[in-house]
C-alpha cells in the first residue's frame, strides 16, 4: 500500500468512538503507516488496537500506549479527541472547565515530547478555547494548531440541499464562522446552489431562519437522534484536516484557527475563518458577507472572548498579555 508520508501519527482518546473512527479513516486513506493509539482508558484503546489488527490493514505498523511519554515522543502529527463528550441537553460551553484543563496538559505533553511536531488538530469541545488552551500550553506557532469546525458548514450545505433537492456536492460555499457552538455565524451570501446564486432560489426569510437553526442545532439533533454525539462525521473531517497538513489534498473548509488580526478586528481567539489547511499548516483569509452576517460574526466573535476570558479566571491560562510567556509565538 502506497502512504502519503512514514511520519507518526498520534490519536489522542483513541479508545472512544471518535477516536476509533479517526484510526480506521486514516488507515482506510492511506496517510501513513505508523499510527500511535492513545488513552487513559486501557481496555478501550487496547480494544481498538486489537479491531485494527483484525482489519488487516497492508503494511499498518499500529501501536498503542497509556503512556503519554511513548504516545507523544516523535509524533509529528496529532488530533486529540481526548476530552469528555457533549450529552443530550448540555450545550459545548457546558465542557468548558473539564476539557479546558484536559487541553492544557495535552499542550503540556505537546511541549515536553514533541515539540517538533508538524501539525496537531483538537476537536473536543468547546473547540475554540480548548484549541486555544492547547495552542498556548504547547509553544507551538499559530499556523500549526487548528479546530474542527467544518461540521457546522457540512450540516449548513445539507441542509440546503434537502431544501432544493439537489446532490450535496451541487452546494457550494454555505460556510459558517466564528464560534463552534449556539453563536456561529451563518453566511448565506456566497452559497450557490448547482452553480446558481442561493439568491436566485424561493427562500422566505422564515425559511431561512428554519434552516440556520437546523443547523446549529445539528449537533444536538445527532444526540437526539442516536443518544450520544456525534462520532462519524468529526472523526473524518479531522483526519482530512490532518491529510491536508501532510501535504495531501488541501483542506479547504472552515477551520478553526488562531486569530490575532488588526485588521480584520478579531484579537487572541481561535475561530473559524475561511482557511486553507496545507504541507505548509494553516492559511486564512477575512470573512467576507453582507451587514447582517457580520454583525452576527461579530456577536460569535464577542461570546468566543468570554469564553477565553473564563478560562482565564479559572486560571487555565493566564492574562492576555502574559501569553507569550508560556508561548513565545503568541
Not at 12 to 20: E, K, R
Not at 260 to 266: L, M, S
Amino acid at each position: 500500500m502506497n502512504f502519503l508520508t512514514n511520519d507518526k501519527l498520534l490519536i489522542v482518546g483513541a479508545g472512544g468512538m471518535i477516536g476509533s473512527n479517526m484510526v480506521q479513516t486514516a488507515m482506510m486513506l492511506g496517510l501513513t503507516p505508523n499510527v500511535c493509539l492513545y488513552d487513559i482508558y486501557e481496555p478501550g484503546v487496547h480494544g481498538v488496537a486489537d479491531e485494527m489488527a483484525h482489519c488487516a490493514f497492508p503494511g499498518a505498523n499500529i501501536t498503542w500506549t497509556t503512556d503519554p511519554a511513548v504516545a507523544f515522543t516523535g509524533a509529528k502529527y496529532i488530533i486529540s479527541s481526548g476530552g469528555a463528550p457533549r450529552k443530550e441537553g448540555m450545550t459545548r460551553e457546558d465542557l468548558l472547565k473539564g476539557n479546558c484543563q484536559i487541553a492544557a496538559q495535552f499542550g503540556d505533553y505537546i511541549k515536553e515530547y514533541c515539540p517538533d511536531v508538524n501539525h496537531v488538530v483538537v476537536i473536543f469541545n468547546p473547540a475554540d478555547v480548548t484549541a486555544l488552551t492547547a495552542l498556548i500550553h504547547s509553544g507551538l506557532k499559530p499556523n500549526q494548531l487548528t479546530s474542527l469546525a467544518a461540521l457546522d458548514s457540512t450540516r449548513l450545505q445539507q441542509q440546503l440541499a434537502q431544501e432544493f433537492g439537489v446532490q450535496q456536492d451541487k452546494v457550494c460555499g454555505a460556510h459558517t464562522y466564528g464560534g463552534h457552538g449556539e453563536q456561529m455565524a451563518v453566511f448565506a451570501s456566497k452559497v450557490t446552489i448547482d452553480g446558481k446564486p442561493l439568491s436566485e432560489f424561493p427562500l422566505s426569510a422564515e425559511r431561512w431562519a428554519e434552516i440556520k437553526q437546523a443547523t446549529i442545532q445539528g449537533g444536538s439533533n445527532i444526540i437526539k437522534l442516536r443518544g450520544r454525539s456525534s462520532f462519524q462525521s468529526p472523526a473524518y473531517q479531522a483526519v482530512k484536516m490532518i491529510e491536508g497538513a501532510m501535504g495531501g489534498q488541501p483542506f479547504t473548509l472552515p477551520a478553526g484557527c488562531y486569530v490575532n488580526c488588526d485588521k480584520c478586528g478579531y484579537k487572541n481567539v481561535m475561530m473559524a475563518m475561511p482557511t486553507t489547511i496545507d504541507a505548509t499548516g494553516v492559511h486564512f483569509t477575512a470573512p467576507q458577507g453582507t451587514e447582517t452576517e457580520m454583525a452576527d460574526l461579530a456577536s460569535s466573535y464577542a461570546h468566543l472572548q468570554h469564553m477565553v476570558a473564563e478560562i482565564i479566571a479559572l486560571g487555565i491560562i493566564p492574562e492576555v498579555a502574559d501569553w507569550n510567556t508560556m508561548n513565545p509565538n503568541l
